[in-house]
């Protein structure tokens, strides 16, 4: 009978969804040619007992799918909205389409509403910079004003380019707020600390590396280095913390030292650039979960549980590539929702696998590649950079999973990535008569050529519709 226990009790440890640090979250995605059924999706973040997520936009499809699931969410504005925001109006209809309509019990556990993304990167040039808090506080009042706002709030997600540290005293209680937005990060973190809402930052330590030649590697990781940061005694092995504690200190010369701060994005890329790999990404999320179990905090904020949204849930092979190649690899996840390498969503260091996508239809089992019997190999290079033009090949670069592809290796994965995208149109796998549908699999060790997920976008669209409807009946009924 105790033996029988012990095997019941097993089974149960197998079957059930692994536990999760507290305070953590997932941002969800969408930029992609061939998304993953917002149902699948939704069954892969219980499976994976994950109980908040992060989204891009208010998309009815997503939205209908987190229903009643009792995962907590953060909604979004994007950026080319904000400008309408501005408009008081606007801004309430808003919050009634996206915010009331599923504020019901059965409906979404909506938590916070994100407004714009990262709106004040050097990069955009000012372009948001005098929109985005009259956005905030358009969406904060409208909240208000529908009686939510005590337990929805309006944040903005922000780089960590918006804080620094002076170049003559590079530490982490030097931190104040970038100068040319000093003055307007005052009002927005006063209106936030009037509110109850957290400051939500984006950190990025493989960023930190990528940018620089000279950072030191272990830094970027969890496990110590030889060459802390040393700020008033306090030694930072990290740059998570010491990114962290910049902001902290930044906040308290504002006035609000004990304002929340929201982690939105944090992670790790898997390919598309010589340090985004499937092994530097294992080490950092397992150090990085490991610390935030621990529930130490930072230095200047100690014994504190952070809140914390990893980034992302699946790889998405339409985003910009203007960052660098490595953005379309960021997911824990690859695009058709199989686990990459083995994590500890609690922390306490009993690595897996987590749990894949169930479910998943795919396109027939074929692929396009270079015609062997091609003679004309002198417009090979200009087909290549169309493919490539228009999907995916970051995967080819120096260092990536398939650089170690001779030229005609390269040219049937670009054909490839290019079909696939087409969703496997016949016409597609043409390129002047150099390419050919074949069933034979080029896959070499790490680099795989994908066949995509079959497209499910119509039937989708039609029933995020249909439930969307059924909860504005349902919310209506209840008012």
């Not at 009259?134 to 208000?144: G, S, T």
């Not at 650039?273 to 080490?283: L, Q, S």
């Not at 030229?407 to 994965?413: E, P």
Request: net charge negative; charged share 15%; proline share 5%.
């Amino acid at each position: 009978m105790a033996a029988a226990c012990r095997f019941l009790a097993c089974l149960l440890l197998v079957a059930l969804p692994t536990s999760m640090v507290d305070g953590l979250g997932v941002n969800w995605g969408t930029m992609a040619t061939h998304r993953l059924p917002p149902k699948t999706i939704a069954q892969l973040l219980q499976d994976n007992g994950i109980k908040k997520v992060k989204i891009f936009d208010a998309d009815p499809s997503s939205m209908s799918v987190l229903a009643g699931t009792g995962i907590e969410v953060m909604i979004a504005i994007p950026n080319d909205m904000l400008a309408t925001m501005n408009d008081y109006d606007a801004a309430k209809q808003w919050v009634k389409k996206n915010v009331t309509r599923y504020n019901f019990d059965g409906g979404v556990d909506i938590k916070y509403a994100a407004v714009g993304n990262e709106p004040f990167l050097k990069s955009y040039n000012d372009s948001f910079t005098n929109i985005t808090f009259p956005a905030l506080k358009n969406i904060q009042n409208a909240l208000n004003e529908a009686g939510i706002g005590d337990v929805i709030k309006a944040t903005v997600p922000l780089n960590g380019d918006v804080y620094d540290s002076p170049a003559s005293n590079p530490v982490p209680s030097a931190g104040e707020f970038r100068a040319d937005i000093r003055d307007l990060m005052a009002q927005i973190v006063e209106f936030f600390g009037l509110n109850g809402a957290p400051f939500t930052v984006n950190i990025y330590p493989f960023l930190s590396l990528y940018g620089n030649s000279d950072f030191p590697i272990d830094f970027a990781f969890f496990d110590g280095t030889s060459a802390p940061v040393v700020d008033n005694g306090v030694a930072y092995t990290n740059v998570f913390d010491a990114n962290f504690d910049t902001l902290v200190s930044a906040l308290r010369k504002a006035g609000f030292g004990d304002l929340p701060i929201v982690v939105g994005e944090v992670g790790w890329p898997t390919d598309g650039d010589v340090n985004a790999n499937v092994a530097m990404a294992e080490r950092f999320f397992g150090g990085l979960l490991k610390h935030l179990a621990a529930k130490s905090g930072t230095p200047l904020r100690p014994n504190t549980e952070m809140q914390v949204y990893l980034f992302g849930l699946v790889d998405e092979d339409a985003k910009s590539v203007a960052p660098g190649n490595f953005e379309r690899h960021w997911g824990l996840f690859t695009y058709d929702g199989r686990p990459k390498f083995a994590v500890d969503f609690s922390g306490q260091g009993q690595n897996g696998m987590p749990v894949g996508a169930k479910g998943v239809q795919y396109l027939p089992t074929r692929w396009c590649a270079l015609n062997p019997a091609a003679t004309d190999l002198g417009k090979l290079a200009d087909n290549v950079n169309f493919a490539c033009t228009y999907a995916d090949c970051t995967a080819l670069g120096g260092g990536c999973s398939c650089d170690a592809l001779d030229a005609s290796g390269k040219a049937s994965y670009a054909f490839n990535a290019y079909f696939q995208a087409q969703s496997q149109n016949e016409e597609s796998c043409y390129f002047q008569g150099l390419a050919m549908v074949t069933t034979q699999n080029n896959s070499q060790g790490s680099c795989n050529f994908t066949i995509q997920i079959a497209s499910s976008a119509a039937s989708t669209s039609r029933q995020a519709r249909l439930v969307v409807l059924l909860l504005a009946i349902a919310a209506e009924l209840l008012m």
